[in-house]
Nanobody
Framework: QVQLVESGGGLVQAGGSLRLSCVAS??????MRWYRQPPGKRREWVAG???????NYADSVKGRFTISRDNAKNTVYLQMNSLKPEDTAVYYC??????????WGQGTQVTVSS
């Protein structure tokens, strides 16, 4: 079983930055992703990175967020710049293993004030 541990959430003013981290236990992790769930809304995909470092992003965060991966540390990051109040959400780390099973972190709260 893969365990995901997230950190880095908190309260920040609009225009500020945060970096989220997610450390995965075990190995054989393929794609790693970030999702978020704003208050009262459905969970949505934010960004993904494959094992070779290729990335993609939701339109809402392109140019502001950067996902990256350190395979040696089995860690994925989400650098969030130019934060907006609408970025307020619980952010979740998600990973797929080589058997196509998916795992989720516990979520970390990001709150952006006006």
């Amino acid at each position: 079983q893969v365990q995901l541990v997230e950190s880095g959430g908190g309260l920040v003013q609009a225009g500020g930055s945060l970096r989220l981290s997610c450390v995965a236990s075990g190995n054989n992790i393929n794609v790693m992703r970030w999702y978020r769930q704003p208050p009262g809304k459905r969970r949505e995909w934010v960004a993904g990175v494959n094992s070779g470092g290729g990335t993609n992003y939701a339109d809402s965060v392109k140019g502001r967020f950067t996902i990256s991966r350190d395979n040696a540390k089995n860690t994925v990051y989400l650098q969030m710049n130019s934060l907006k109040p609408e970025d307020t959400a619980v952010y979740y780390c998600q990973a797929d293993d080589s058997q196509f099973r998916n795992y989720w972190g516990q979520g970390t709260q990001v709150t952006v004030s006006s």
